[in-house]
T-cell receptor, first 113, second 114 residues
Framework: AQSVTQPDARVTVSEGASLQLRCKYS??????LFWYVQYPRQGLQLLLK??????VVQGVNGFEAEFSKSNSSFHLRKASVHWSDWAVYFC???????????FGTGTQVVVTP | DPKIIQKPKYLVAVTGSEKILICEQY?????MYWYRQSAKKPLEFMFS???????DNQTASSRFQPQSSKKNHLDLQITALKPDDSATYFC?????????????FGSGTRLTVL
């Protein structure tokens, strides 16, 4: 069955440090993959999306993600974290046969001074 | 200005009552969705509609009924409310309804059932 796994429920990072959030997917075929961000008391917003092609995808606010078919992964990175990046980040895989996105459980990012 | 409007923002209900959650989108999209977020299941797909037709229903209980009176409206009626229904309900939309599209979310309705 198709699924998305985000192994880290919470990540704490110092402001200015780099950030990597992990995402593993299980899907037979080449998927479409997404990262969404949820700021406090708001709905989700798209950060970036991967369609088959260049494995490195650039998103908003300095985020990028790299697709790896061999590792079944789509990890999110940012070189220098800002306090405003304090949010929950969701990885999602597109399931065309079901016509919907399957979301992971989310990773809470906490930014410390 | 918000392009997806959900009303109300907060809702408190008593067990056994019925409530309607409102969602309107002004993005010109043809597909709309409902998701539920709670401590038990972080983001759970409930329904999808495309061109006002139900495409997918992953909600086991018939107490949850989507209602689409116009193409840009998808309300959610919940009957016989239970404390377990306490969650934040998000409405979303996309251009055509394929899973490869970007979803746009409203800011949610936080429902508390006492």
């Amino acid at each position: 069955a198709q699924s998305v796994t985000q192994p880290d429920a919470r990540v704490t990072v110092s402001e200015g440090a780099s950030l990597q959030l992990r995402c593993k997917y299980s899907y037979f075929g080449t998927p479409y993959l997404f990262w969404y961000v949820q700021y406090p008391r708001q709905g989700l917003q798209l950060l970036l999306k991967y369609y088959p092609g260049d494995p490195v995808v650039q998103g908003v606010n300095g985020f990028e993600a790299e697709f790896s078919k061999s590792n079944s992964s789509f990890h999110l990175r940012k070189a220098s974290v800002h306090w405003s990046d304090w949010a929950v980040y969701f990885c999602a895989v597109s399931i065309p046969s079901l016509g919907k996105l399957q979301f992971g459980t989310g990773t809470q990012v906490v930014v410390t001074p | 200005d918000p392009k997806i409007i959900q009303k109300p923002k907060y809702l408190v209900a008593v067990t056994g009552s019925e409530k309607i959650l409102i969602c309107e989108q002004y993005l010109g999209h043809n597909a709309m969705y409902w998701y539920r977020q709670s401590a038990k299941k972080p983001l759970e797909f409930m329904f999808s509609y495309s061109y006002q037709k139900l495409m997918d229903n992953q909600t086991a209980s018939s107490r949850f009924q989507p209602q689409s009176s116009k193409k840009n409206h998808l309300d959610l009626q919940i009957t016989a409310l239970k404390p377990d229904d306490s969650a934040t309900y998000f409405c979303a939309s996309s251009q055509g309804g394929t899973s490869a599209e970007t979803l746009y979310f409203g800011s949610g309705t936080r429902l508390t059932v006492l």
